[in-house]
């Protein structure tokens, strides 16, 4: 299902290319591609920090490998690179702003900031916006404000992908929530689709051959399918599964998000959102930030939170092999053995799309070992 | 796990009982054993609305069913049937406020009275308390804004039951989260435990003499099992249930929960809150209430939200004898039903044990055709 940019295809790569990559080196290619139509340097800047980041953590599906898709939405004129942000309406503690069609970090980066801003005055900030673009992981928003000592949220609506319960028709998409806040010993950092599982986990199970877990998916026709290609082809179950084991709930959640996005900010929702394989309009997504000052409420929270979160982590485990983590933890451990790598090891296939991608783009390959 | 007051139980019911009872008797009957152990009359007849609408709306395990569980905590002076709830800070947007042990419906309307008029001033209104009793459902918290033609918002955190995922000790409640919004054609009220399923499911499962569903239940040893006895024994799974299908996100929502509550609060949080069939010590529970105006932001809301609901109940249903329903949706279909059959139908078990509830209290039984 990815994009792919016409006539890159007849770029070569080289056989002798490696697959990690400096962290530094990818910010700067994706920087480079993006500034090669027409992005200005500070939103190149921050489409790069947000793909990194993503990769980083371990949602690939999310990073580097979104660079095209970005590109494309550009070079065909449906997503302006150069666009600001305005605000439509305000109050003490919200704001509907309108994206104008601009890059959805830059969309993004705009609400959280003044999210926190008002936090700090009214204790909390709730902003909702409209006319957006794809905004990469959903929880770097809200870690945008836990690094501030907030409890940061973020919410987006996406493509029809889930089905309700009862039905084989996509409603909704994977529309995901994150929340973050600060705790010692390390941030509390939940990000997740309401669907049991994202899309790219079903592209993945694929490219492995693999098949899927039950409940994960239905194919074309509605039936629940364990076959990873006919998965792809069709739809997804909402958190929960089937209305047996609460799918319901899952679907719910879902409409909780277009709710704070497409339905608060009066943007395009649910089933009348374009088919992100089919980018043949502005995608005019929804999203919505949300920034809560702890200090407003009891002293301690950070301790206490961390408190939990360890409690969690020491409980005993059913395999010794397997400890408990919370929300935040894997990304957290992926990101250290970044680190210590060296670099961030991407798939073959993906180096050899980014390098075709830079030949056809002008800018200077990306450095791999 | 019913609670059962001593001394009740040498009082025989008669043999001819109905069990189908008119509303304003069961608002009457809540309301005359409330005043009996001492709670003021207008705390009293708030409790009876709470639970009498529970009935309405199908979610029994939380409506007159709960009466007795209330009546012991505050006979053994565990609860103050008196008490006033105090805030402790404030902000523009925000409030801490001590529920100073107060029944948890008269708490609960405090801090949901607020968040209202704080939204009404700045747009949104986020208030989080500590020291109070348990609420009754989530929904009919969130459903006052809504009334009001807000947005609401209601999480409480509850006793330990559901694990997280990879171990078999439960460290969070059922901790439940529940979102209402106008909408034309009906309101949307999501109510949902963020386990796979509420503790009352389980125990219902065990009177029917049915097996539980995969992925409901873990028996006391942390072994996965569908026998209902086993289940009510053990612990919950998450919303999600297995760690393939994603367990960890419902544990993560679970734990989101915990933040807006204990957390922020200030209050007991996770393992740390009384088990509640051993009422030994006040329960000190966390709510968290909010509210946002919709009308700070894009026009049009309550059109908008009926539109995407309408069309979730329109979508071509796998079985034509199961049509999609939204969010709120079942618990109205059930509220017309009692209404239309003049009255709500209880389990006759449940009726005599009114019946001998109203003989230890000395107040006039529940009436039953």
Redesign the interface.
Known sequence: MAVTLEGKNKFVPPPDLGNKCPEDDVRRFITDCMKAVGVPQENALLMADILVEADKRGHYSHGLLRTEMYLADMLKKLCDPCATPTVL?E????A?VDGNNGLGPVVSKFCMDLAIKKAR????G?I?N?GSNHYGIAGVWAMKAAEEGM?GMSFTNTSSLVV??????P?LGTNP?A?A?PAEGGN?V?D?ATS??AGGKVEKKVYEGKPL????SLDKE?NPTTDAKKGLEGFLLP???AE???G???F??G??V??FC??????T???NIRDWTKADRPADISHCFVA???S??????ES??GD?MN??RN?????PQ??????GDPERINSEKMKADGGITYDMSLIEEMWKLAKYLGVKPLQSV
């Open positions: 309406k109050n003490a503690s919200t509907l005055e009214t204790g909390i709730w909702c409209r409890i309700p319960t009862r039905s084989v028709k409603v929530i929340l806040a509390f939940l997740m049991v599982v877990p039950e409940n994960w509605g958190l929960g599964g047996e084991t609460s319901y709930k899952g719910g959640l409409m909780m277009e709710i497409g339905i608060m900010s009066g943007g929702y649910g089933p809560i000052d702890p407003c409420f009891a002293p301690g929270f206490r939170l939990l409690y969690c409980v005993q485990p059913v395999d397997k400890p408990v983590m919370v929300a």
